[in-house]
Structures are given as C-alpha cells and as structure tokens.
C-alpha cells in the first residue's frame, strides 16, 4: 500500500494564502482520483476537493474560487497539491490527502492548517 506524507501545514492570517502538499512512497502512475480532505475541531471529515485522472477538478461549495487542487508533474511519487487562498477561520483544520487505485484507498496522517489573528 502507498504510504501518503503531507507537508507545508501551518498557521496563517486571515485573507492570506498557503499550500499542502502530498508525496507518496512510491511513483504513481495509475490512478483514480486524488484529493484533500479536512476535519476541523469537533466535526466530521469533509471533502474538500478531488483530481481525476482524466484532469478533472471538483470543490466543495465552501471552498471554490479559493482553492486549486493539481499534480506537479515534477515527479510521479508527487501526488496532488492543494492552493489555499482568501483563507478564513473556518478553513482551520487537519487537512488529509488521499490517493485512490484500482487496489488501494491511501490517506496521510494529515497536516494542521490555522488561520488566525
């Protein structure tokens, strides 16, 4: 099973900007879907948004127009990148990557995102 390492977590005031990343043990070169998810304090994960491997990107309503999920085609153990702009308090969460296959549902142990003052 690939194992998932997310980086670039942090605090960050409001209105201001940050980006996750996700690597991944092993090249990826066949996959379903990537995506970020997030639980914040209290609550359930949620979706945040998804990559298809046909290039296709989903949001959840809560976070369009703000953030960017891509791949870095640097290198395939590279697994999607999440851009976090305009960010609020309520965008304050653990954030978890997720790569799924054919044969495996991978998550990252997930990485703290605060935007505070």
């Known amino acids: 099973q690939v194992q998932l390492v997310e980086s670039g977590g942090g605090l960050v005031q409001p209105g201001g900007s940050l980006r996750v990343s996700c690597a991944a043990s092993?090249?990826?070169?066949?996959?379903?879907?990537m995506g970020w998810y997030r639980q914040a304090p209290g609550k359930q994960r949620e979706w945040v948004a998804t990559?298809?491997?046909?290039?296709?990107?989903?949001?959840a309503d809560s976070v369009k127009g703000r953030f960017t999920i891509s791949r870095s085609r640097d290198s395939a153990k590279n697994a999607a990148d999440l851009q976090m702009n305009s960010l609020t308090p309520e965008d304050t969460a653990v954030y978890y990557c997720?790569?799924?296959?054919?044969?495996?549902?991978?998550w990252g142990q997930g990485t703290q995102v605060t935007v505070s003052s």
């Open positions: 997720n790569v799924r296959t054919w044969n495996d549902n991978a």
């Open positions: 092993r090249a990826i070169y066949i996959f379903l879907s």
């Open positions: 990559l298809t491997s046909g290039g296709i990107t989903n949001y």
